[in-house]
T-cell receptor, first 113, second 116 residues
Framework: QKEVEQNSGPLSVPEGAIASLNCTYS??????FFWYRQYSGKSPELIMF????GDKEDGRFTAQLNKASQYVSLLIRDSQPSDSATYLC?????????????FGQGTILTVHP | DTAVSQTPKYLVTQMGNDKSIKCEQN?????MYWYKQDSKKFLKIMFS???????INETVPNRFSPKSPDKAHLNLHINSLELGDSAVYFC???????????????FGAGSRLTVL
């Protein structure tokens, strides 16, 4: 089992729909969870982070964390073509010190007009 | 102002050569990282320094040697380059103190290394 696992996609949604991106992780002691967006040829940029169980909303983005199920997701409401990118889930596995982040392989999202 | 800057942005070289990538951050962060992103876009940590001290050293060939002269700079030197070293190398930094919300990783633009 991979330490941080994502469905590589591609995930294709129509403009205006909700895109749902999922991520599972192996270490139950993990504390911090991050979603990064990476456009082709660019560096990863942080979208959201979440530490507590439940939902965290920021604009069109909602991160959901369920530590019991070792599952974190990202919902993008009212998807726009500009949201088309690779979305990377990152986990501070086991709450390791110095913020070592382990990344999933990324999910490619395509939002078509 | 660029927060995390890497040089060079592109590097094309022959097998067997030695090359270096440099990274500098002006964010006041105390921890810096090198990540490697392969052709399948998988981003994997290589090294990390906290205040010039090596704190993360993943399973990486010893041809790769990081150096941090101070907490704002982190360099990566690669000896005897191989075809498999071709990748994008990202430098990143973060601040380990303060509130949790401040402890996010900020990436540089990446250095694309092509070994021929």
């Amino acid at each position: 089992q991979k330490e941080v696992e994502q469905n590589s996609g591609p995930l294709s949604v129509p403009e205006g729909a909700i895109a749902s991106l999922n991520c599972t992780y192996s270490d139950r002691g993990s504390q911090s969870f991050f979603w990064y967006r990476q456009y082709s040829g660019k560096s990863p940029e942080l979208i959201m982070f979440i530490y507590s169980n439940g939902d965290k909303e920021d604009g069109r983005f909602t991160a959901q964390l369920n530590k019991a199920s070792q599952y974190v997701s990202l919902l993008i409401r009212d998807s726009q073509p500009s949201d088309s990118a690779t979305y990377l889930c990152a986990v501070n596995l086991g709450g390791t010190s110095y913020g070592k982040l382990t990344f999933g392989q990324g999910t490619i999202l395509t939002v078509h007009p | 102002d660029t927060a995390v800057s890497q040089t060079p942005k592109y590097l094309v070289t022959q097998m067997g050569n030695d090359k270096s990538i440099k990274c500098e951050q002006n964010l006041g962060h105390d921890t810096m990282y090198w990540y490697k992103q392969d052709s399948k876009k998988f981003l994997k940590i290589m090294f990390s320094y906290n205040n010039k001290e090596l704190i993360i050293n993943e399973t990486v060939p010893n041809r790769f040697s990081p150096k941090s002269p101070d907490k704002a700079h982190l360099n990566l030197h690669i000896n005897s380059l191989e075809l498999g070293d071709s990748a994008v190398y990202f430098c990143a930094s973060r601040f380990t103190g303060g509130s949790s919300g401040a402890n996010v990783l900020t990436f540089g633009a990446g250095s694309r290394l092509t070994v021929l």
